[in-house]
């Protein structure tokens, strides 16, 4: 607080980067300087603060957060997403969702008002991998293939087994494949279910595999590799005698 003070105190500076990440308890912190965004142009130096002078932001960029001006979450994450890659800004965006800080869906939406401002174009990169969905056509004329380069025969599709509808199913291998899209923010009843159904074909002497829309787009050679793995080596042995 004396850190945002000294900057220019609240509408004028707000905790950042970092340091924002920490009070919202979804990233560490630099140790080696508080982090603030200030609006105000000119410069200025205080000892032990670094100061990122930011003199055009939107509405809405800072809220008060345990009485402290701080960047909202989604500017939060924006800044944040200039320096880390993939794996860190995968952390930070779960526990952002998991905190009630943003909904995932509602973090790609804010990003449309963020054009331009360094961090967004990352961000929406990492956000596509989650919330990309194919089309029903679509995910057949992808995933098919994909099998086949695994050394799966064609599935049955959109068929019932063991009361619920699955979207591939390899009788031979004994193998359901379910595939998930727009599945960043499941709701705990969602989860449930996705854990009934996989319960249910598990317990029928089933495989029961599941891959995200964004899964089989953007990291085939996975899908591949966990198709060849969970398929191939559990094929059906061939019955000799009637």
């Known amino acids: 607080?004396?850190?945002?003070?000294?900057?220019?105190?609240?509408g004028v500076a707000a905790l950042s980067h970092s340091s924002a990440a920490a009070l919202f308890k979804i990233g560490t912190e630099d140790r080696s300087s508080i982090e603030v965004t200030r609006l105000a142009p000119g410069p200025i130096r205080i000892p032990g603060v670094r100061v990122h002078r930011c003199p055009r932001l939107g509405a809405g960029w800072y809220g008060l957060y345990e009485g402290i001006p701080v960047t909202s979450p989604v500017q939060t994450l924006i800044d944040l997403a200039t320096r880390y890659e993939r794996g860190p800004m995968?952390?930070?965006?779960?526990?952002?969702?998991?905190l009630g800080l943003v909904r995932t869906d509602a973090l790609r939406r804010a990003l449309d008002d963020h054009g331009g401002e360094p961090g967004v174009g990352r961000l929406r990169a990492i956000l596509d991998r989650r919330t990309f969905a194919y089309t029903r056509s679509e995910l057949e004329r992808v995933f098919i293939p994909l099998a086949r380069q695994a050394g799966l025969?064609?599935?049955?599709?959109?068929?019932?087994?063991?009361?619920?509808?699955v979207d591939f199913h390899f009788p031979d291998q004994g193998l359901?494949?379910?595939t998930d899209?727009?599945?960043?923010?499941?709701?705990?009843?969602?989860?449930?279910?996705?854990?009934?159904?996989?319960?249910?074909?598990?317990?029928?002497?089933?495989?029961?595999?599941?891959?995200t829309h964004g899964q089989i787009k953007y990291e085939p050679e996975r899908v591949v590799r966990i198709l060849r793995a969970a398929g191939v080596d559990r094929a059906a042995p061939r019955r000799l005698f009637a």
Do not use: W
């Open 181 to 211: 899209g727009l599945t960043y923010h499941r709701t705990p009843a969602q989860q449930a279910k996705d854990a009934e159904r996989d319960q249910d074909h598990t317990a029928a002497g089933l495989t029961p595999l599941r891959f």
């Open 1 to 10: 607080m004396a850190a945002v003070l000294a900057c220019g105190g609240e």
């Open 176 to 178: 359901v494949v379910e």
């Open 90 to 98: 995968e952390r930070a965006i779960n526990e952002a969702d998991k």
């Open 153 to 165: 025969p064609k599935p049955r599709t959109s068929v019932y087994l063991n009361g619920h509808e």
